[in-house]
């Protein structure tokens, strides 16, 4: 063992190898700090005094299977100048830490690959160190994300755990990466990302969010000259619900068995694209034996066909005509259902029809928001929840594929 090895083979530079010890199957190397390169941590000072020696092992990077420790006998000085009696800072360590820079860096190079139980059995080390060591490094890298070239955002919430608990999600459209974790839904999620984009000086050019009175109040009070553009995903699935309702309300008021016997069972036949009906199993023979025996529902159907219609448009003159006309079709149908959805798509037809101007949509963050769900999934939770929203923070980097 050298100096040099010291250096270039675990990153440890200024001391000196004094002996290796084999204990219990580990490596232990003993190492030292000559008086003269001690400096006093106070005021910098090179004229200290030596005032004794404190021996501390920190964990170093393993050879092979063995894991390595490194001793310390650290330096007490007391200057001179300042009047400082105090140990001299460890160059090869962080400050109160038991480990070396070297070994949290390889530590965190296997946790790209590895769950943290993996990556503590394999270096013989806690689950809570390289979970520190993970949460340490995030927060480093991603607690404060920067604002100022952001564009485009799209926002939206997701279920965490059971009880209706939440985080909101601000994700940046054009990089993918994650802006803001608030916790809860709504409103006053936002509230601390909205302090820090405006001092960030970020000019937003659109926002994509659902239908939600709580977004539209904040995004329009926040962001006055950004242009709020409805999500299709959301406008479709708040009619899909819509629909899902009156198909339950026409099965309850059916008078015959038949009736009843022939709506049982199509909820999911509705929401089906009529290209993605399976021939096999006779879906589309039972889909159009219940519009036949139910005309309100048949409406309700085909309007839904027609509506998602509107964001294929070859331009946003013939998508506002199409949806104006779509409108009146749902007024005059009579179905009370429809005519409150025609309400809403009425007065909220320019943030559907601004997708022709900033053809963005929340689909990025459905995909982040599954990515999140599979992490959780394969962690079986978070116990730290300030921990895991570090971790959707930095969710852009990570790939998570479930191993088989």
Request: aromatic share 8%.
């Amino acid at each position: 063992m050298s100096t040099s090895l010291l250096y270039h083979g675990f990153g440890i530079r200024g001391y000196r190898y004094v002996a290796t010890e084999y204990v219990e199957g580990k490596v232990v190397f003993r190492i030292e700090q000559d008086l003269a390169t001690c400096r006093c941590p106070a005021c910098g000072s090179a004229q200290v005094a030596p005032r004794g020696t404190v021996d501390r092992p920190f964990r170093s990077l393993p050879i092979g299977s063995k894991p390595v420790t490194v001793r310390l006998a650290i330096p007490r000085v007391d200057c001179q100048e300042c009047g400082a009696i105090r140990q001299t800072p460890i160059a090869f360590a962080d400050p109160r830490r038991t480990y070396t820079k070297a070994f949290e860096r390889y530590a965190l190079e296997l946790s790209q690959n590895m769950t943290i139980l993996d990556v503590a059995r394999h270096l013989d080390v806690s689950w809570d160190m390289i979970k520190d060591m993970q949460k340490r490094h995030l927060q480093q890298r991603f607690a404060r994300p920067k604002l100022r070239h952001l564009k485009q955002l799209a926002i939206d919430e997701i279920a965490i755990a059971k009880g209706h608990r939440y985080v909101t999600i601000v994700l940046d459209l054009e990089s993918g990466a994650v802006m803001h974790v608030g916790d809860g839904k709504g409103a006053d999620a936002l509230k601390p990302f909205w302090k820090r984009l405006r001092s960030s000086g970020a000019k937003i050019e659109a926002v994509a969010i659902d239908m939600s009175p709580a977004y539209i109040d904040a995004v329009t009070t926040n962001l006055p000259h950004a242009t709020v553009v409805f999500d299709r995903f959301h406008v479709m699935k708040l009619y899909n619900d819509k629909l899902s309702n009156l198909r339950r309300e026409l099965h309850h008021e059916a008078v015959d068995k038949m009736h009843k016997d022939v709506l049982k069972g199509t909820r999911w036949l509705l929401l089906k694209r009529p290209e993605h009906l399976d021939d096999s199993r006779h879906e589309r023979t039972r889909l159009d034996e219940a519009l036949r025996l139910n005309q309100p529902l048949a409406t309700a159907y085909y309007l839904k066909e027609d509506l998602a219609e509107v964001w294929e448009q070859d331009d946003e003159a013939e998508a506002k005509a199409h949806l104006l006309d779509w409108v009146c079709r749902a007024e005059a149908s009579g179905i009370r259902m429809l005519k409150t959805f025609a309400k809403t798509i009425r007065a909220h037809a320019l943030q559907i029809l601004a997708y022709y101007d900033y053809p963005i949509t929340t689909g990025p963050l459905e995909g982040t928001n599954n990515k999140i769900k599979t992490m959780k999934r394969q962690a079986y939770g978070f116990r730290d929840h300030e921990f895991f929203k570090l971790k959707i923070l930095g969710i852009h980097e990570s790939k998570y594929a479930l191993v088989g």
